[in-house]
């Protein structure tokens, strides 16, 4: 089946450092993809869905300028935390859809997921 | 995405079959009923997915009520595997893709 790669798995990093995440989708194309953030014992919550050659739309609340998206291809998806700090500490999943499935009766593939740990 | 209710928590003997319900009561005609499940410390996976008819694959049944207001996925021999949380959710045809996640149920198997 279609898989969705996400990468690393997990980081650990210093305050006030940038920390990129990388969501590839294996075996379709995808022109748009989602990011989510999940604290411990929650839902996923959407920050922002990732726009293939555009720029991304961010979800109420959710900051640009600190979690930057880039979809330069249509296999690729980048989401960086800039200026890290403790509270940005959470697990963040990517999802995907191939573009040639139907929106809705179309299963969405989701990465393993990042645990990313700011100290 | 049109709302859906499920229970926060199950329980359920491994080896027995487990039935999560899911109440969807402002689902449109458009709306295809999906489930994913999310096993600790990964991403979610999907399930099962269906719009009018019942549907069955390797890993689950899904049964749809006939006004379509709920649905309920059959797990028909619960393994300790099966332990995860489980969502809901309504996708309509041709609208944008992004899911927004419930908080789904969470189903314990125990020994």
């Known amino acids: 089946g279609a898989v969705v790669s996400q990468h690393p798995s997990r980081v650990i990093c210093k305050s006030g450092t940038s920390v990129k995440i990388e969501c590839r989708s294996l075996d379709f194309q995808a022109t748009t993809m989602f990011w989510y953030r999940q604290f411990p014992k929650q839902s996923l919550m959407l920050m922002a869905t990732?726009?293939?050659?555009?720029?991304?739309?961010?979800e109420q609340g959710v900051e640009k300028d600190k979690f930057l998206i880039n979809h330069a291809s249509l296999t690729l998806s980048t989401l960086t935390v800039t200026s890290a700090h403790p509270e940005d500490s959470s697990f963040y999943i990517c999802?995907?859809?191939?573009?040639?499935?139907?929106?809705?009766?179309?299963?969405?593939?989701f990465g393993q997921g990042t645990r990313l740990t700011v100290v | 995405d049109a709302k859906t209710t499920q229970p926060n928590s199950m329980e359920s003997n491994e080896e027995e079959p487990v039935h999560l319900p899911c109440n969807h009561s402002?689902?449109?005609?458009?709306?295809?009923i999906h489930w994913y499940r999310q096993l600790p410390s990964q991403g979610p996976e999907y399930v099962i997915h269906g719009l009018t008819s019942n549907v069955n694959n390797r890993m689950a049944s899904l049964a749809i009520a006939e006004d379509r207001k709920s649905s309920t996925l059959i797990l028909h021999r619960a393994t300790l595997r099966d332990a995860a949380v489980y969502y809901c959710?309504?996708?309509?045809?041709?609208?944008?893709?992004?899911?927004?996640f419930g908080k789904g149920t969470r189903l314990h198997i125990l020994p």
């Open positions: 959710i309504l996708k309509e045809v041709n609208r944008d893709d992004k899911i927004i």
């Open positions: 999802s995907a859809r191939d573009r040639f499935g139907l929106s809705g009766n179309t299963e969405a593939f």
């Open positions: 402002t689902i449109s005609g458009t709306d295809y």
């Open positions: 990732s726009n293939e050659g555009s720029k991304a739309t961010y």
